[in-house]
């Protein structure tokens, strides 16, 4: 498998060639030359394990010992349970698929924790990662690297912005390799800092910079995943077709449906959630995508984001892979904004907007209905996904984190405290070490040169 950049100019590359890769060396992202069609019955019986080696060789072809890494990776000792994506049916048709129960407790762990053993497999030298979060990636990087030998990882986050429960699992860990810096601003922000640092191709390559963003492949590909685990839990026969609503702000996630679906799953439409930042859901209403100055603050405060990183791997599918006029389209975009695909066809997929409002409501819906709680951004995945349900046709939420982790909108929802899993009851009252910033790129470069000289 080779891979390619959305922007058409930089040279095709395989997979182990990328995956310390964030943006191409032309500013574009990396996607697969073309994805690989697979044999859905072949698939349906498998253990996740085997679920996932199989899919993955088919991105990863040129890893040794694959089998061996996904193996360590996927573990009821990490997840839980050997289903490691447990399926919950709450009705006849209405499913949650377990996604959050990792070491953080949010979705970002079945591909970081793999992300992290394919790192350590890949390094003769020392590495650097720079990431932003918008506070489960963060948590869930941390988690997968600290103490690994001969990498760094410097996570950027928005200065008070997360729940009390993200910054506490982010800020309290105390492995020298971690470095947790708060800046004074919003996600968009960290983001920003993150490209402008892979922009400076020279510093880049000699610190070694590495991503675990989103815009890393391996992310998207080790995610596609459970979506074929979740088909094969709803359904009877390869002729059935599903729904999955998906919460998202980095498209990202959703991203990943998208690719299951290139590869031959049978998915009738990919429901995308939005929060009050819904520029996603603008889009797919309207096929205008107009960025914003900065996210409003929410309570579903993973998808408070006004620039949506992945979407440019799908625009790069709606312009017939055309890199030129991504790269065309993309400066338009950072100069004026907005651009404008409304005449481009968009099928497969559907959006909503969810406000805190209806956080609320459908939280305390599914409690009442179901004795389930779930957390504010599977609720806006759940409340869209309702809207958009069709008779016949399994309805698949992917429960995108664990309640603990939002407690106050928990609380505001149904007067109670959400369940805690052992070991984690007093985490907010532990040490935090982490070091506030002002959104400023030489600022971030001179935090990795000084911990690389200590």
Not at 29 to 51: C, K, T
Not at 220 to 227: G, K, R
Not at 246 to 267: D, W
Not at 393 to 416: D, H, M, N, Y
Request: aromatic fraction near 8%; glycine fraction near 8%.
């Amino acid at each position: 498998m080779r891979y390619l950049s959305t922007r058409g100019e930089a040279p095709k590359q395989r997979f182990t060639e990328i995956l310390l890769e964030g943006l191409a060396s032309d500013g574009g992202l990396y996607v697969p030359e073309e994805f690989p069609r697979v044999d859905l019955q072949a698939l349906r019986n498998s253990s996740y394990q085997d679920l996932a080696i199989s899919l993955l060789s088919q991105f990863m072809d040129d890893v040794p010992d694959l089998g061996g890494l996904v193996r360590k990776t996927y573990t009821k000792a990490i997840f839980g349970s050997d289903e490691i994506t447990p399926l919950k049916t709450l009705e006849p048709g209405l499913h949650l698929l377990g996604l959050s129960n990792g070491p953080t407790l949010a979705f970002k762990d079945i591909a970081l924790q793999l992300l992290g053993y394919l790192f350590e497999a890949s390094l003769s030298q020392n590495l650097n990662i720079l990431g932003a979060t918008s506070g489960d990636t963060g948590s869930a990087a941390e988690y997968a690297l600290r103490g690994k030998k001969n990498v760094n990882v410097f996570m950027l986050s928005p200065h008070g912005r997360m729940s009390s429960f993200q910054r506490a699992q982010m800020y309290s860990l105390q492995e020298p390799n971690i470095h947790n810096l708060a800046v004074q601003g919003v996600f968009d922000d960290c983001q920003d800092l993150v490209k402008q640092v892979n922009a400076d191709a020279a510093f880049k390559a000699r610190h070694r910079i590495g991503a675990v963003n989103s815009i890393n492949w391996a992310r998207i590909a080790a995610q596609v995943v459970y979506y074929f685990k979740g088909y094969f839990s709803v359904t009877k026969n390869n002729s059935e077709e599903v729904a999955f609503a998906v919460p998202s702000g980095n498209f990202g996630n959703i991203y990943a449906g998208y690719v299951a679906r290139q590869m031959g799953l049978p998915v009738r439409k990919l429901i995308l959630a939005s929060n009050e930042n819904d520029v996603l859901d603008q889009f797919f209403r309207t096929g205008k995508y107009r960025i914003r100055s900065s996210a409003t603050e929410t309570s579903s405060p993973s998808m408070d984001i006004s620039k949506a990183s992945n979407f440019e791997r799908y625009v790069f599918d709606l312009l017939e892979r055309d890199g030129a006029a991504v790269k065309k389209l993309w400066k338009k975009l950072d100069a004026e904004g907005e651009i404008d695909l409304s005449l481009v066809p968009r099928s497969g997929f559907a959006s909503g907007r969810s406000t805190h409002a209806d956080r609320i409501a459908t939280i305390k819906d599914i409690h009442r209905k179901f004795g389930v709680t779930v957390d504010p951004h599977t609720a806006d995945g759940v409340k869209v996904g309702l809207e958009h349900r069709e008779a016949g046709v399994p309805l698949i939420c992917l429960e995108t984190a664990l309640p603990a982790k939002f407690a106050e909108t928990i609380r505001a929802a149904l007067g109670q405290e959400p369940q805690r899993p052992p070991g984690l009851e007093k985490l907010e009252d532990l040490p935090q070490r982490f070091e506030v910033i002002a959104p400023d790129a030489e600022a971030v470069k001179r935090l990795i040169e000084r911990a690389g000289q200590g």
